[in-house]
């Protein structure tokens, strides 16, 4: 164990003396960043609250939220408008919202597509706050709260006798919203937010093996390429030095991911007063169990195999060419995205979910799609761990026998030879 | 007492046979030489001896044992193949490749810092490889080998892209770590090197032993019937003297003798005639690198089956 810590902290030190992997983890977001507010602040994101607003019988020292005015020019004024149903006799008109009597009215001018979604507010919203959203198919630009807050906003500034209770709704910053889909056009959205969701997750897979495979094959290829390794192997043995290396380099890309994932989280938040909710992407608890767990399985076994790609390469271009032999039968499950999204459980999607070397994608998919019976998440997790530890193994093989310094990459011939060497 | 004992140790690369059927010993506290032409199989034997190959058939004990991870502790390995972390600073590339050899970490940085400065690179302790020329380069990866004071040495063309100076250093630290106990095996190719280091050889060729046994002893086995004299006479006329071969510069004269002759005659011949005048006498020892040349170049066979009546064993 002493031994692996050791070439754990060696490798990862050494990632950050480099200077490129510090750049690239914090470079990125740091840019990303910038860009944000920069063109937040050249957009005028962060309005103040518009002196034309009505402050009705407000009393003094009750500030409103930071909630804008909507100029007749901003790009919610100009995107397709959203309607309200008034239980609570509060609003009569509303700047940019169409009023309708009944929901079913609303509902019709939803499938009808002449507004992107309506409000219902509750009867007692003085009492509860309770405003209801419904929409037809997800699509990110269709909702915002915005119009309907600066409308009841409006309401309550000109109701006289304010209560405790009015007061605080005043001053509350958002709107109790719950959102609602509609019968068949609520199929087609989670259908689309369930599409959605399964390509994000397999896109970050994706994402994240391709940008961190390399360091893996770099620091696997790197001891024979500047000739240190032998001098590494009188000293330690093979597998450890491969073993500290996975660990290392997994280590410090999955850092890498974190950060980013956690800046993107970050300006998500930050962009929430201008871009729509995200309303819809709800997914289970067991699929976020699922997609999770095969994140972290397939990026090991990915890792792994890219493990027997650095023992078997000997400079870190022949790894990258190698690498493309396996990345192509991984992303089949893409080339057939439509029968997985027509027919998950169909036995096509179950067999290839089952596979290790097509499963992270297949079992992404299906996951994001539709529940995935137990047993079939169970098998394919346990192949896959399998496979992670047969990779692991034979990386270790390989990078013993290949390492003794043949000086030439094998030949696909020459691999059970090197299983079997003694080395 | 003995620190390496190989025993009829075989090894094969598919068809090629790398080493038949070699057997040596190394005793504690010698400098050992390995020689033999390229791919003699040399470095096949000093990776079986660390445990980087496994031999096919054989023994090979180390400090009475068994190769084990504990062993490699005890060793420091310059290989041939040679080379290091190019963008990491000097001491804490030493210190890490230390603390693998089991020394904590300070303890580690301490002794790198104090190498360094024993191989005049004192000045580069925050410098990077890739900054230093070849022959510092050289003397970084030996400061890499004994950073831990190795009890065995094993060391493979230490001197190769050095110059004499640096040289020197070099062979006065291989000196230094013998006289404090340690045991240097030490492949080479420079022949006045082994003449002038090695206590004891072992030359492989083609797989195969073909010389084994102290330096002088070797040497004597293949010196002819001949004197080496200076100084001015008649050479040719002494009885017994066969032939008579000038050097090069023409200064020193190798008489050879007839089988009935015996140095100590030629020498008691000389004394007895004034008419002789005699600067140098001694008898004709070739150098290691004649026998390598003659043993490497066709006569491997011979060597090896005379040696094997007349070895000289511990």
């Known amino acids: 164990m002493r031994t692996l810590w050791l ?51 407000l009393p003094p020292g009750v500030n409103l939220p930071g909630a804008s005015a909507i100029s007749e020019d901003s790009p919610l004024a100009q995107a397709r408008p959203m309607g309200f149903v008034d239980h609570s006799g509060l609003l009569s008109a509303a700047p940019l919202l169409i009023r309708f009597d009944s929901e079913a009215a609303a509902q019709e001018a939803l499938r009808n ?58 001053q509350a910053r958002t709107l109790d919203i719950a959102p609602n889909a509609l019968g068949d056009l609520a199929a087609q959205a ?40 032998e001098v590494l192997l009188s000293s330690l043995r093979p597998r450890d030095l491969l073993f500290g290396k996975f660990l290392a380099m997994n280590a410090l890309a999955l850092l890498q991911i974190a950060i980013w994932i956690g800046t993107a989280l970050f300006l998500l938040s930050q ?63 893409f080339y057939l995205a439509t029968a997985f999204i027509n027919t998950p459980n169909a036995p096509l999607p179950v067999i290839l979910s089952l596979i290790p070397i097509t499963a992270p994608l297949a079992m992404t998919l299906r996951a994001a799609i539709t529940p995935v019976p137990l047993i079939e998440v169970l098998i394919g997790a346990a192949l896959l761990g399998l496979s992670i530890v047969g990779c692991v193994w034979l990386a270790a093989r390989l990078f013993r026998v290949n390492t003794l310094l043949s000086g030439r990459s094998p030949k696909l011939g020459d691999l059970l030879r090197l299983v079997r060497e003694r080395a | 007492m003995i ?48 445990d980087i190959i496994k031999p096919d058939s054989g023994r090979i004990e180390v400090f009475g044992a068994p190769f084990s991870e504990a062993t490699k502790q005890r060793i420091g390995y310059l290989p041939e193949e040679r080379g ?109 090197q082994v003449e002038e280091m090695a206590d ?55 008489l050879y003798l007839d089988e009935q002759t015996t140095p100590e005659q030629i020498m008691a011949a000389l004394a007895s005639d004034p008419s002789y005048t005699v600067r140098s006498f001694a008898r004709a020892v070739p150098r290691l690198n004649d026998i390598f040349i003659r043993v490497a170049g066709g006569e491997a066979k011979i060597a090896a089956s005379a040696l094997d009546a007349a070895e000289v064993r511990p």
Do not use: C
């Open chain 1, 113 to 170: 597509g002449e507004i992107s979604a309506f409000y219902v507010i509750a009867a007692d919203y003085l009492q509860t706050g309770e405003v209801e959203a419904f929409f037809g198919r997800f699509n990110l630009g269709s909702l915002s709260d915005l119009p309907i807050w600066e409308a009841l906003l409006s309401a309550l500034v000109r109701q006289t006798d304010l209560s405790a209770a009015q007061l605080a709704l005043l």
């Open chain 1, 7 to 57: 070439i754990f902290r060696f490798e990862v030190t050494r990632q950050f003396l480099r200077g490129g992997y510090a750049l690239i983890t914090f470079g990125v977001p740091i840019l990303a960043i910038a860009a944000f507010f920069l063109i937040r602040a050249l957009s005028g994101g962060d309005v103040e609250v518009s002196a034309t607003r009505d402050r009705g019988n």
């Open chain 2, 84 to 192: 290091l972390y190019k963008n990491v600073p000097l001491v804490e590339l030493l210190s890490y490749l230390g603390t693998l050899k089991g020394m904590k970490r300070r303890e580690a940085e301490q002794r790198a810092a104090q190498l360094l400065n024993e191989l005049d690179l004192g000045a580069y302790k925050k410098g990077k490889v890739r900054e230093l020329s070849r022959g510092m380069s050289q003397k970084v990866q030996f400061a890499a080998t004994i950073i831990h004071r190795p009890e065995l040495l094993i060391i493979d063309e230490p001197f190769a892209g050095l110059d004499p100076v640096n040289t020197e250093i070099i062979k006065n630290t291989i000196f230094r770590l013998r006289s404090e106990g340690a045991t240097v095996v030490m492949s080479i190719h420079e022949m006045h």
């Open chain 2, 3 to 50: 620190t390496i004992d190989v025993q009829n140790v075989a090894k094969r690369y598919g068809q090629k046979v790398a080493v038949d059927d070699v057997s040596f010993e190394v005793r504690r506290g010698e400098i050992f030489s390995l020689l033999g032409p390229n791919g003699a199989g040399k470095t096949t034997i000093i990776r079986m001896i660390l």
């Open chain 1, 271 to 333: 962009a929430a007063d201008l871009s729509p909710d995200l309303i819809g992407i709800a997914p289970s608890a067991e699929q976020v169990g699922v997609l999770a767990l095969y994140f972290v399985l397939s990026y090991l076994f990915f890792g792994s195999i890219y493990a027997i790609i650095g023992a078997l390469t000997t400079t870190l271009r022949e790894g990258t060419q190698f690498s493309a032999l396996i990345i192509l039968p991984a992303m089949i499950p």
């Open chain 2, 200 to 254: 004891r050889l072992l030359m492989i060729h083609q797989g195969r032993r073909v010389l084994y046994g102290e330096v002088d002893e070797v040497r004597q086995r293949y010196a002819e019937n001949a004197v080496i004299v200076s100084g001015q006479g008649d050479w040719a006329a002494l009885r017994g003297v066969t032939r008579v071969q000038p050097d090069e510069t023409g200064r020193n004269i190798t």
């Open chain 1, 190 to 229: 989670t259908e689309n937010t369930n599409l959605l969701l399964a390509y994000v997750f397999a896109g970050l897979l994706l994402f994240t093996v391709f940008t961190t495979s390399g360091y893996l094959l770099q620091s696997l290829t790197e001891e024979r390429e500047n000739r240190a390794v």
